[in-house]
């Protein structure tokens, strides 16, 4: 069977290539995709003057200043030794196809890449994505075929050909140069009778990533490359259909079908995968340990009925917690789709504005939904309970006017804000698109640059600001530097915060132990918002360490009634203040139960947390007087231990001496609290505080 070697570049789940693979494996082929670079981001308060990459601005991150993100090449570029090591391992792997995966923004870097894959001698060699199938010339010098469309069909009929011989030039999808010209074969319509997204056999697909100047075999599912920050074991990453029906000039998604329209290949705007195939998928990955769900769809879009099933088949099958992007007008005819998403457990949305006026997302972006209605959905949104919602907005609009600038501040001014971010993000046009075709009708010269960076934090400042701290900066923009305005918002955050930043103050009051500071702090985050778990639990914990007890459980009992079911470490954190609160007030039945609940949210890692879980549940059971079960725990506690423990030694010896007296006199159990059982209890108390405080403030 054929040798396949797929390559994708600064992507980590490489969905697209891994729906591939799982069809050549499916038919026998031996496969193997190889990360050249895993996704970078740099942080940085200035936008760069040519980014061949995005930035944008989240302020989920831009809590106290302007943060700027860059991503990918802009922030690490491969090493001369990287793109030889990505050579040699072709040449280890010796593929008969070796196919490359492009996207637009590292077009100025190729040639490096695809002569690392003429060291293959008799290798064929495509390219595949967004870039290559508009503009093939681009490859067709270096590459033997260029692959317009889906891939998956004409992948395996290429590798059949490497098997059985065959005419590779007469495969639908394929374009190649012959005589200097380039040839289209004609597109093939796609066919959905295999649903490839998730197969059997995908974990036999060999995984190769090159970073850090070196190059690693790794998990089918990145699981164990610990170097890179996108990397981890709690998301996971897939897509429920295909297409989208909108037609954005700045958007790729969109383009494929006009592909196929324009060559009279009818396609359907989107298609979606059979209900069972998806199920099927998300219950490997909740076996797989993975904790929260991806849909990667531009909308997650279906027929009403279709969605109402699956969002069911979802609830009482997965239950994991999910982001996914609704259709507005769907949701604003159904509104039961929405509430049925969020039944199933959707705790993450986005809110496409893009542009901030009507006449960009008409005339400019080609968006069919208006702000009216984007605002009404919004306001929907923002009505579900522990439901995380970011609006997105393009800046550096060349097309963008004065009056278009009066209406974005205004949208920003009238958005509802409990329980949102603003994403700010550079347009940055794919080649060949619309959007792209079009900027060269439009001057930006580089005077116009500093404007635009200018009007991107205008747009922050408006999204925070009171009206009469936004009016007084709005009055001085025209003589206000970038770096003016940079301080202007860090100076805002730092007296006029929303929920989320009296939260971040608060636990930084706590982790300087100004517990009283703390605890006002965390209060006027829930004055703006009652819902702000992260202010209940830490009112939780503040009162606890002022051994205000009645006051600590109730504030922990609060914050699990709204604790959003991803939270993992949030969970066994409540649950571990909320078993001590309730050992302290000498509800130790209640404390125990506790315990165990937070021990099934925690890692199985975290040594010291296990070790004071069991050791909290040891000393509840003691004072119950059940030794049997405080000797379990206690052991387990010593398991947990990172180096000999005298303390718990001797604690564990004195409750197998009762355990003994127990068992031959079961009329007479043990000491009371008194004596020397309560003097041990004293003492077990000051140093379990100790223990807390260590563990809480590390």
Not at 17 to 25: G, I, Q, S, V
Not at 640 to 657: F, G, H, I, N, P
Request: proline residues 4%.
């Amino acid at each position: 069977m054929a040798k396949v070697a797929l390559i994708c570049m600064y992507d980590n789940w490489a969905l697209g290539l891994r729906t591939m693979a799982n069809a050549l494996k499916s038919h026998g082929h031996e496969v193997s995709i190889i990360h050249f670079k895993m996704p970078s981001v740099e942080k940085r308060d200035f936008f760069m003057r040519h980014p061949l990459n995005y930035e944008n601005l989240n302020t989920q991150e831009s809590r106290s200043e302007v943060i700027i993100n860059s991503y990918n090449i802009d922030v690490n570029m491969w090493t001369k030794n990287e793109i030889l090591l990505l050579g040699d391992l072709l040449e280890d792997l010796q593929p008969d196809l070796i196919g490359l995966s492009t996207r637009s923004v590292y077009e100025e870097f190729m040639s490096q890449v695809l002569e690392q894959m003429q060291r293959i001698t008799g290798a064929i060699t495509l390219a595949g994505g967004h870039d290559a199938t508009f503009r093939p010339e681009l490859y067709l010098d270096l590459m033997d075929f260029v692959c317009q469309g889906e891939g998956e069909a004409a992948l395996l009929h290429l590798a059949r050909v490497v098997d059985q011989g065959g005419e590779k030039k007469s495969i639908n999808n394929l374009v190649y140069k012959e005589n200097g010209k380039l040839v289209y074969n004609p597109l093939a319509p796609p066919v959905d009778s295999q649903d490839y997204f998730f197969g059997e056999e995908m974990d036999q697909v060999a995984h190769y990533v090159i970073e850090e100047n070196a190059c690693r075999r790794t998990d089918f599912l990145l699981r164990d490359v610990s170097f890179s920050p996108y990397t981890n074991d709690v998301d996971y990453y897939t897509m429920a259909g295909r297409g989208c029906p909108g037609k954005c000039t700045f958007c790729s998604a969109g383009q494929f079908q006009w592909l196929y329209n324009e060559e009279k290949v009818l396609v359907k705007a989107r298609r979606n995968r059979p209900l069972k195939n998806i199920l099927a998928e998300l219950k490997f990955a909740r076996e797989k340990g993975f904790r929260k769900i991806f849909f990667m769809d531009s909308f997650l879009l279906a027929e009403r009925r279709y969605l109402l099933e699956f969002f069911e088949a979802y609830r009482q099958e997965i239950g994991m917690p999910f982001f996914a992007q609704l259709y507005p007008e769907q949701v604003l005819a159904c509104p039961e789709i929405l509430t049925a998403a969020c039944r199933a457990g959707m705790v993450h949305t986005v809110v496409g504005l893009q542009g901030g006026s009507d006449r960009i997302n008409r005339d400019v972006f080609r968006r069919k939904t208006s702000l009216a209605k984007l605002r009404e959905f919004a306001e929907m949104l923002t009505g579900q309970e522990n439901l995380e919602v970011d609006y997105h907005l393009i800046t550096h609009n060349p097309f963008e006017t004065d009056g278009d600038v009066q209406e974005t501040l205004e949208l920003l001014r009238q958005l509802p804000k409990r329980g949102t971010h603003l994403v700010l993000q550079r347009l940055r046009p794919f080649p060949n698109t619309a959007i792209d075709r079009l900027i060269p009708e439009v001057p930006f010269p580089e005077s116009r640059q500093d404007t635009h960076d200018r009007r991107f934090l205008l747009y922050l400042l408006r999204y925070v600001a009171a009206d009469t701290e936004f009016d007084r900066l709005w009055s001085r923009f025209d003589e206000l530097s970038f770096d003016d305005l940079k301080r202007a918002y860090k100076d805002l955050r730092s007296s006029y915060r929303d929920s989320t930043g009296w939260a971040d103050q608060g636990w930084k009051l706590y982790h300087d132990r100004d517990f009283s500071g703390a605890i006002a702090a965390f209060q006027r985050a829930l004055n703006l918002d009652s819902q702000v778990w992260r202010a209940l639990e830490g009112l939780g914990w503040a009162y606890f360490q002022k051994h205000q007890y009645r006051r600590a459980e109730k504030y922990f009992s609060d914050t699990l009634k709204g604790l959003p079911a991803y939270e993992k470490n949030a969970w066994q954190e409540t649950l571990r203040g909320l078993g001590w609160t309730l050992y302290h007030r000498g509800r130790y039945a209640k404390a125990v139960a506790c315990f165990n609940q937070a021990l099934e949210h925690t890692d199985f890692l975290a040594r010291p947390i296990l070790k004071e879980l069991y050791t909290g549940m040891g000393w509840a059971n003691c004072r119950l007087g059940r030794w049997a079960e405080a000797k379990a725990a206690l052991s387990r506690a010593g398991e947990y231990s990172a180096e000999e423990d005298q303390a718990l030694a001797d604690k564990l010896a004195y409750v197998e001496k009762n355990l003994h007296r127990a068992r031959s006199n079961p009329g007479n159990p043990g000491p009371n609290r008194e004596g020397k059982f309560g003097n041990w209890l004293a003492l077990a108390k000051s140093r379990c505080l100790r223990f807390i405080k260590v563990i809480k403030f590390s």
